[in-house]
């Protein structure tokens, strides 16, 4: 039978529930246990693809084209096991389909109401991924704050599954904070101690306290909690501040979490997981022998989470390279072709991200300009790739005002334009070209070199396309069409032969790269990246450019 964890959150929102959740299912995955992550989000989105980064953070696309919460990132990157639509449910998502139901008949003469018919879906949807039999255990975590109104509904269907489930299959692990008041030089617990009432007062005992902390827990403050919040010894588990998320699953492990989570699942503890691998990346991360510096253009850049997924795969692709890869982020609306060398000479590679609509859209293709021109090791995701393109047609192929028919549905060539498909399209949620495409890649192109193979699969998030009609020009002058999706031809990977990085793509590969599997793309980049850096130390040191490594 399934097994299924609830985590919740007290006190405070962004105290890691994501983070944390994936750090627990990866010790259970290495303990030769089939564990997924789904996340229940309150809010009344059907889900968060019409949400502005401002608002929600990146957008991330499963392999079935679901746009969901950031946190489902995470679990990739942690499990590298696939979610799906089913990992990620909103308030939006299940009202939606009771009230579908309700119109379609189901409650043909009944009262609908939050209990049951809102709880029911709930727990309905709590329990699918457990029902496939694909896994051992569920892991759920909910979104918000505990104490939030819009909460209530989950945590009452919480409170029903534990006596549904049983005790012994369903277990609530509540992640909480304990403050420290410089001041008085102490640890806090009343915080804690109210978002455990708050739970209990909903009829919800928590089974494991999760407690983050910027300060030991000691033996005292532990027993304090275990007395207050009703939870053995063992179960009040510390979770230290750390500088990568990626030591947070071998912080759980010194804590026991694993084992103690297996004892009140009933399941078996015996060995100990195996985190070899996943030990050997934190010790790599955190002993890089080389050092590069990225600029990232984009234009939501106040915002950390808004390119997550990218930040992430350039910490796995930096790894991979033995490099810590310092990300410096450049506001796209403040360059220009007259301040781009000032503003990007000292990166050793340049990210240009993607994004929707025109503002700051002149300066990711003066950015573009000045890589191209300057042999620096270019990377466009997606608006980046087109971006590239764009440029490639105003200042290469002399096509003057040329521009996507997002940004100037006026300009004399729509080198990008909207796919055909998409022109029928009114609604806005759900409805862009979404989720995982096959890619034929050409022989010894750039692409086809990092991936070692000639077809793959990624995932997209876009309306608009490379205009096929312009292909021969673009062609012609240069430019190579690396991937082809080979049912629409639609072209998905462009690259310039002649330089030491240029490579643009229409998908997003940020949304594939984990731990175990580095982006090859980003790996590409980040190498050319340390290359560019040896060319340039050499080239100052005064040495001929002959004798400098050549680039590949
Ligand atoms: N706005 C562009 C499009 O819809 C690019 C989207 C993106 O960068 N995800 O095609």
Redesign the pocket.
Known sequence: MTKYIFVTGGVTSSLGKGIFAASLAKLLQARGYRVTIQKFDPYINVDPGTLNPYEHGECYVTEDGAETDLDLGHYERFLSVPTSQANNITTGRVYQYVINQERAGAFLGKTVQVIPHITDEIKRRAKLLGETGEYDIVITELGGTVGDIESLPYIESLRQLRWELGQNNCLVIHLTLIPYLSAAKELKTKPTQHSVKELLKNGVQPDILVCRTEHDLSADIREKLALFCNVDRKSVVQAMDCDSIYEVPLQQLKEDLDVTVLNKLNLSTEGTPDMSTWRDFVHTLYNPKHQVKIGLIGKYIELQDAYKSILESFIHAGVANECKVKIESVHSENITDENAAQKLGHFDAILV?????PRGIEGKISAIRYARENNLPFFG????M?CAVIEYARNVLGLEGAH?S?MNPNAPHHV?A?MEEQKKVVNKGGT??LGAFPCQLKENSKAAEAYGNTIISERH?????FNNAYLKAFEDSGMVMSGINPETSLVEIIELPNHSWFVGV?F?PELKSTVSHPHPLFVGLVKAALQHKQVKELADEGKTQKNIISYS
Do not use: T
């Open positions: 991200a993607p994004g929707f609509g995701i997606c608006l980046g087109q996507s997002e990008i909207m862009m070209r998030r876009h309306r608009y396309e229409q997003h």
